[in-house]
């Protein structure tokens, strides 16, 4: 997803909501001759977009190169693909991420996180990122799709690269790419690998359940699985990191700091107004199936639509003060985890792994203060979150 000019410097990444609101007010839908799409600002045209399905398209490319395909292999996932097929794709994993699935991960997530925070409780500072918003995720959702734990290192890199966007990069876009298309090939391999093992010898992880499960009375192809496990590989773990991140930053802000969202009912709420304020995916897009309307604007099949869900989610024709982190803000009907067929599939593991990791952050630490002073935005055109961000604590 290409990068608007108006968000091509490292501080308007760090805080796009001013654009943002210049758009909801002066420009909600307009086209970008130069990225070539149309680009979506305010709250109700956003939902309007995301659960339109039918005139806007999730079949499209899973690489921004315009091929749909790893090593010759076509690649079909939930997330490039509509009703029905997108229906019948999804039912494959529903159910090991309902939340009841979820619940019960709850003490192992509590467990991995203090064996994080017990690497650095004598230095008195840590790296959210590095330290516990990063593995944390990857750990867990390596886990529930069978990857081995020596491998979980390989994969947050691959991950990362794939996500990854040249606007913040010191290399070329070209250069970005090249090194996003390798990375794909390794994965695939990799998983290719990984598949044969299980075909021969299942176990009780998401591999096994997707290699062997049947849509309309078929197996899923090789392309299909492969472009499953990639796709849960890392949703499952990149979203979920910005989402700590950000909220460690959030909460920062508050005049009481961590204080105002310690007992579990006000992090709740918190997390959500997290979601809402500084969301860990900042827009997607979808081609318009049809010839349609936006607004007042005539668009072609097959023309590109981005939804700015970021700037969504600070409509002040929908939130109240949207400027404002509110930690209690309630009713929050954020548009993070976006609308309609295609709305998270991981939001419930999402939360839990938030919520868990802060509240034994809270549990551990006395006092938590952000000490990071020049932040680096992470490099995507699609994500919200930092590269880095170190807190100092006391026990």
């Keep these: 997803m290409a990068q608007p000019d108006a968000l091509s410097t490292q501080e308007a990444q760090l805080d796009p909501f001013p654009w943002y609101r210049e758009m909801r007010e002066e ?22 977009v995301l659960h339109n399905a039918e005139e806007f398209s999730s079949e499209r490319p899973l690489t921004a190169q315009g091929e749909n395909e790893i090593e010759g292999m076509a690649l079909e996932t939930m997330l490039n693909t ?42 008195g500072e840590m790296d959210i990122v590095a330290d516990l918003a990063t593995p944390l995720p990857v750990t867990v959702i390596a886990e529930l799709i069978g990857v081995p734990a020596d491998d979980r290192e390989q994969f947050k890199q691959w991950s990362d690269t794939i996500v990854e966007g040249p606007g913040a990069a010191t290399v070329s876009a070209e250069t970005v790419r090249e090194e996003q298309l390798q990375a794909q090939s390794e994965m695939a391999t990799y998983f290719t690998d990984l598949i044969e093992q299980r075909q021969e010898d299942p176990r009780d992880d998401l591999i096994s359940e997707v290699i062997h499960a049947e849509v309309e009375g078929a197996t899923l192809s090789e392309g299909e699985t492969l472009g499953f496990l990639a796709l849960l590989l890392i949703a499952g773990n990149v979203t979920t990191t910005n989402l700590i991140t950000n909220a460690v930053r959030c909460f920062a802000t508050l005049p009481d700091g961590i204080e105002s969202v310690r007992d579990n009912a006000s992090l709740e709420l918190a997390i959500e107004e997290v979601l809402r304020y500084q969301s860990p995916i900042q827009a997607v897009s979808r081609i318009a199936a049809t010839d349609t309307q936006l607004g007042d604007h005539d668009v072609k099949a097959g023309d590109r639509v981005v939804a700015w869900n970021g700037a969504a989610n600070h409509d002040g024709d929908q939130f109240d003060d949207p400027d404002t982190f509110v ?14 067929v295609h709305y998270c599939l991981g939001l419930h593991l999402a939360r839990l792994e938030a919520r868990t990791a802060l509240s034994t952050l809270f549990d551990r630490f006395e006092t938590m203060q952000v000490s990071e002073t020049e932040l680096q935005p992470v490099g995507s055109s699609f994500l919200y979150g930092v590269q880095r961000l170190l807190v100092q604590f006391s026990t």
Excluded: M
Excluded at 327 to 340: E, K, M, T
């Design 27 to 48: 420009s909600p839908i307009r086209y970008d001759e130069d990225r070539e799409c149309w680009d979506v600002f305010r709250y109700d045209d956003v939902q309007g």
């Design 82 to 123: 509509d009703p029905p097929r997108h229906d019948e794709l999804r039912k494959v994993v529903d159910d090991p991420f309902k939340p009841g699935a979820v619940k019960h991960l709850a003490p192992h997530i509590k467990d991995i996180t203090n064996e994080y925070i017990n690497a650095v409780v004598d230095d």
């Design 327 to 340: 930690p209690d803000r309630s009713p929050n009907q954020h548009l993070a985890f976006g609308s309609g």
